[in-house]
């Protein structure tokens, strides 16, 4: 999809354009058993028609993530997407272990990956994991965290 290269010498470009429209599924740590794990979830998606690229998306999946405030942080955070390449079995794995404690139903957008092409892994922190995959007509990116 694209390298960690390229997303460092596209970022600035990319990060001012305006974003096309994009599904967003935000739980937050009230939607996990138990609340107080502190964990935050974002999956998104967005159709090749709107996005010229997998990139472009994964970096307005970053903005819509709220940087309102953290500006100074948003540019370092985003050149340190890993860009690994992962398969679908384990993008799908990766989901299923960071929602075990979900009590709510993830889209299926996000569960059902029908038309995988590729995967990349772009976060693999203990308390920060994101991964995102290009799909015959869309792109979906998923996120986890947790401040605990």
């Not at 935000?26 to 997998?54: M, V, Y």
């Not at 992962?86 to 990766?94: H, M, Q």
Request: glycine residues 6%; negative net charge; charged residues 25%.
């Amino acid at each position: 999809m694209f390298s960690q290269q390229e997303l460092i010498s596209e970022l600035p470009r990319l990060a001012d354009a305006v974003s096309p429209p994009m599904e967003i599924a935000e739980f937050s740590n009230q939607d996990f058993e138990p609340p107080c794990s502190e964990q935050k979830l974002w999956a998104f998606r967005g159709f090749k028609t709107e996005f010229a690229s997998g990139l472009r998306f994964w970096i307005k999946t970053l903005q819509a993530q709220g940087w309102d405030g953290r500006e100074s942080y948003f540019m370092p955070y985003a050149e340190a997407g890993l860009c690994e390449p992962i398969a679908e079995g384990e993008f799908i794995r990766l989901v299923a272990e960071y929602t075990g404690s979900l009590r709510h139903a993830l889209p299926q957008y996000i569960r059902e990956l029908s038309g995988f092409r590729s995967g990349l892994r772009m976060y693999a922190d203990w308390n920060d994991v994101a991964a995102m995959a290009e799909l015959d007509e869309s792109y979906v990116a998923f996120y986890w965290s947790t401040t605990a």
